[in-house]
């Protein structure tokens, strides 16, 4: 999300601060440049001239002509101003309110709100620890209330059985009962959908809203729909009220208009972001680390904080000790692989760090994707566990055995050993140098770091070590996907031209 803007406006901030000082006209020429920018990425019009007339007041006034850096200081103002736009403090879903809580789901058909009410009880089932209860209102759409049973299933949260012949309202009244008698905390009610707003739909969901005063009222809308989906979200606040907003797809929307005009529109905040299409995949709504992704400035909080969701800490310390005493295996490898793609894949994790905007362009120009690691994955699996504990067992016939049973070809076998070994060789120069402590710091343990000049170049072949445990520590790395680094590429970057 955001790539389009994030695009334009670092462009306009690379000239800026290449100027010692910025006149009246400069500022102008830049605010222009930002109003467009933001109309091609579909913000609504209204937000777009309130947000360049605080940012022309604030860029033209002392605070920029006083400044050491005015380029640099133009770049904090239109951070500062985002991050009031997308609503200044995060907005969790609130669960304060006596037991059982409802909260009611509504949006658009197509929106993903049976997805998202189930990727929602589910983080709250395992984050916030309550016991959830699902139930679909959905009496119109063929099989609704059976998809939300099956995603019940996934995602190991409760769903109210299904009565044939009932009515929104009285599966809406059945659900909150059931709630109360069977000690539930939270009861999540997913309404009926339309393919567009009607009356129909408005009097359901008011019906259903006065039967049980839901606590939250979500409304789930669509970020590619752009300032169709900003339109939904008055609509539904008009007409029924709405406490907050989850976007979805927004993993698939470039522009992120949307985003930027639900607040200043509506009003209301935005809670989630579903950034996926797995039932893990929703994030919360933090203002100000999507203002520094806008801005190129990354988001390093949010990398952590789903490194920490997806990594076991007790794996990462059985890593470390191994990599020490230099038995990094290819099991260490494959499970390093893993760690990555559960992040996001390489995609994912590069759009949360500060300045690779550039890096990732020259990654799509090479067609590099996240199949390679898939790809690597299987090659792995394709080895017996003898191979996978010492791959210098790996000789001519080996590899042709191997390439056959994983799909691919023997120079990608030989690229894999190759990137293992000088990854296996650099974890046992880490470890003889730093021990047992910075090794755990490199694998997420907490330890100690070398000093900048002591830590040892990263081989040609990938970025080594391993990403940061659940306790704390640092990323120390990614596995490499072998072949030629990239011209332009730091050193011991991965790439491989197709």
Do not use: C, W
Not at 108 to 120: D, M, P
Not at 132 to 149: C, F, K, N, Y
Not at 360 to 384: C, F, H, P, Y
Not at 425 to 436: A, D, F, N, Q, S
């Amino acid at each position: 999300m955001f790539e389009g803007l994030s695009e334009r406006l670092g462009s306009v901030f690379d000239r800026l601060k290449k100027r010692g000082a910025l006149s009246e006209s400069d500022v102008s020429t830049a605010m222009r440049e930002v109003r467009v920018a933001l109309l091609e990425a579909d913000v609504a019009l209204p937000v777009v001239k309130s947000f360049i007339d605080r940012v022309r007041e604030r860029a033209i006034g002392q605070e920029v002509i006083k400044s050491v850096t005015p380029g640099q200081m133009v770049v904090k103002i239109v951070h500062d101003e985002l991050v009031a736009t997308l609503g200044s403090d995060s907005q969790a879903v609130n669960l304060n309110a006596v037991a059982p809580v409802p909260i009611l789901m509504v949006g658009l058909q197509g929106g993903g709100k049976t997805t998202t009410t189930a990727k929602l009880a589910k983080r709250l089932t395992e984050r916030d620890r309550k016991k959830v209860l699902m139930a679909s209102l959905d009496v119109t759409r063929p099989a609704a209330r059976e998809q939300l049973r099956t995603l019940g299933e996934q995602v190991g949260v409760d769903t109210l059985p299904i009565v044939q012949g009932e009515t929104a309202l009285t599966i809406a009244k059945r659900a909150m009962t059931a709630g109360r008698l069977q000690g539930y905390d939270v009861v999540m009610l997913d309404t009926a959908g339309r393919t567009s707003i009607d009356e129909g739909l408005m009097a359901e969901a008011r019906a259903v809203r006065d039967a049980v005063n839901p606590h939250e009222v979500l409304l789930v809308a669509d970020a590619l729909t752009g300032q169709d989906a900003v339109t939904t979200a008055t609509n539904f606040d008009e007409r029924v009220g709405i406490t907050g907003i989850i976007l979805t797809r927004v993993d698939g929307d470039s522009r992120g208009g949307a985003a930027l005009s639900m607040r200043g529109v509506t009003g209301k905040p935005i809670k989630a972001l579903g950034v996926g299409e797995k039932v893990g995949d929703l994030e919360d709504f933090h203002p100000e680390r999507i203002a520094g992704r806008i801005l190129g400035m990354g988001d390093v909080v949010s990398l952590v904080e789903k490194a920490a969701q997806t990594i076991e800490a007790d794996e990462a310390e059985k890593m470390a000790e191994r990599m020490m005493k230099g038995t990094f295996t290819l099991d260490d490898m494959a499970s390093q692989l893993k760690q990555l793609r559960n992040l996001g894949g390489l995609g994912g994790v590069l759009g949360m760090l500060p300045g690779v905007g550039k890096l990732q362009k020259q990654l799509a120009g090479a067609n590099i994707d996240d199949g390679q690691l898939k790809r690597q994955e299987a090659i792995i699996s394709s080895m017996t566990k003898a191979e996978r504990v010492n791959p210098r067992v790996m000789n001519a016939s080996r590899k042709r055995r191997v390439a056959a049973g994983s799909g691919t070809e023997v120079q990608d076998i030989n690229r894999l050993l190759k990137s293992h070994m000088e990854m296996a060789k650099m974890m046992k120069k880490v470890g003889k140098m730093g021990g047992k402590g910075m090794m755990k710091g490199l694998m997420g343990g907490g330890g100690g770091m070398p000093a900048p000049g002591e830590m040892p170049k990263l081989p040609s072949g990938g970025m080594g070590g391993g990403m940061g445990g659940s306790h704390g520590g640092g990323m120390g790395g990614m596995p490499g996907l072998g072949g030629p680094r990239l011209p332009g590429l730091p050193p011991g970057f991965p790439g491989k031209r197709k």
